[in-house]
């Protein structure tokens, strides 16, 4: 995600933060960079240039050029008015009124069926009730694929299949909602492989019956500059509240996310993240700033991290390392624990300074040996993983056959696995004379596992 724009900024900013003197000569040339890093990245021409005027405007005052780190100070104005241009904050979904009702618009293959199911995940996880329903008329598919994502998220989904009128089967599910005590309507409006005049006056027809509190351009984050035109014409049409960038996993430049705000006004509500339907986020727009500029998202991985992971699981596997009771059963739960949080590549991304300590690193490398290691881990009995130094040559042998991995592997592994241990009963041990000498126990409450919290 804005992996290119990412990695040429920084560059810019290693030679901006080098700069012991500010004049206007060097700051239009490090400006100029920029401007070609976010035109590379697609993003629309007159938002890159209003967005370099106003970073000069500032950067050319004279509190820059008196203060001690002048370079540091206008990349702090760079990430300012990143952040101002992807929306400043973030814009949940509007519940002020029971049923909430949804539209999602936008082109075919942009996503919206997903992104429907997606969005009923998340709004179910913060305690509502919300019902799918199958507004597209002219693609039977995507009445098959809501129902399908009806059934992985356990919800309602309203179908009528054979219906053409739109109108008619919004009226039974909005009565269908109040029957059931659903009080979040989610209405998965058909696409187009364009716009066209007669799927807009539908989807106004459709607003104009069900009054929706929110209605959400779906866009794919790599249409580029055509987003900016696709945003315009919906907003115009139907007064748009926000929209929902897909696809931002992909190679995508990121151009569509860079100008969306700026050009309608209304705010980046929600991103896609991947094909899982829990790969889907709000959209924080100083988070996405500080991805952006290599400065990490340590919030989004600790939110993640307190979703993902179980509280009670992490205390007590954090007391058993402390006790020295760390087994291979437990090293292969943190290993699962770990997977729950997604790719490592972008974990680490989310630390600051993580995509530059990553830059020529392998991680799909690292990703494939914590998969052996898994392998290697259920190929044991579960007596062999509480007491590996049972482990003879012969099972040795029947566990690399059984994991598809060598010997030589499986010792690597567990050799690495007994120094853990050996560290952790050492940090144990310390922790324990720690508070005997004098109330420092405190040092040790949180120390965290080695793949757990």
């Not at 995600?1 to 003197?21: E, I």
């Not at 029957?179 to 209405?187: E, K, L, M, P, S």
């Not at 115009?236 to 430049?253: F, H, M, V, W």
């Not at 986020?281 to 992971?309: W, Y």
Request: aromatic letters at 4%; one cysteine or more; proline letters at 3%.
């Amino acid at each position: 995600m804005f992996d290119s724009l990412s990695n040429k900024l920084q560059n810019t900013f290693r030679n901006l933060r080098g700069l012991g003197k500010i004049s206007e000569s060097n700051v239009s040339d490090a400006l100029r960079d920029v401007r070609m890093a976010l035109l590379d990245a697609d993003v629309n021409f007159k938002v890159a240039r209003d967005f370099i005027e106003r970073v000069q405007a500032k950067s050319i005052g004279a509190e820059v050029i008196k203060s001690v780190q002048p370079g540091q100070q206008i990349v702090k104005f760079i990430s300012d008015e990143l952040t101002e241009l992807l929306g400043s904050q973030n814009a949940g979904i509007n519940f002020e009124k029971n049923p909430t009702c949804i539209m999602m618009v936008g082109l075919h293959g942009a996503g919206k069926t997903t992104s429907s199911g997606k969005l009923a995940r998340l709004i179910q996880k913060q305690g509502r009730q919300p019902l799918l329903v199958a507004a597209d008329v002219y693609r039977p598919a995507a009445m098959d694929q809501l129902e399908t994502l009806g059934k992985q998220l356990d919800l309602p989904v309203f179908v009528k299949r054979g219906e053409t009128d739109v109108l008619k089967i919004a009226r039974e599910a909005l009565a269908f909602a109040e029957a059931n005590n659903r009080n979040t309507i989610i209405f998965d409006t058909a696409g187009r492989l364009q716009i066209d005049e007669p799927l807009v006056q539908e989807l106004v027809r459709l607003r104009d019956l069900v009054k929706p509190q929110e209605i959400l351009l779906v866009l794919d984050a790599a249409t580029g500059q055509e987003a900016v035109n696709v945003a315009t014409h919906f907003d115009q049409a139907l007064n748009i509240t926000g929209s929902i960038l897909t696809k931002l996993d992909g190679d995508a430049r990121g151009g569509a996310a860079l100008s969306m705000k700026s050009v309608t006004g209304k705010p980046i509500k929600f991103m896609g993240i991947g094909e899982k339907l829990e790969d889907f986020e709000p959209f924080h727009p100083e988070r996405m700033a500080s991805r952006i500029l290599g400065m990490g998202d340590v919030v989004s991985l600790v939110e993640k991290a307190a979703e993902t992971l179980n509280e009670e699981d992490a205390k007590r596997m954090e007391e058993k390392m402390r006790r020295g009771e760390f087994s291979l059963e437990d090293f292969l739960e943190q290993l699962r624990q770990m997977k729950k949080l997604g790719p490592l590549e972008d974990l680490i991304k989310m630390l600051p300074g993580g995509a530059a300590a990553m830059k020529g690193q392998d991680m799909s490398k690292q990703e494939r040996e914590f998969k052996r290691m898994e392998a290697m881990i259920c190929g044991m009995t579960p007596k062999e993983r509480k007491s590996p130094q049972i482990l003879n040559a012969k099972r040795r042998i029947r566990i690399a056959k059984g994991s598809g991995t060598s010997v030589t592997e499986l010792n690597t592994m567990l050799n690495k696995f007994a120094q853990m241990q050996q560290m952790m009963k050492k940090m144990g041990k310390m922790q324990k004379m720690m508070a005997k000498m004098g109330g420092l126990g405190g040092l040790g409450g949180g120390m965290p596992g080695m793949f757990g919290r």
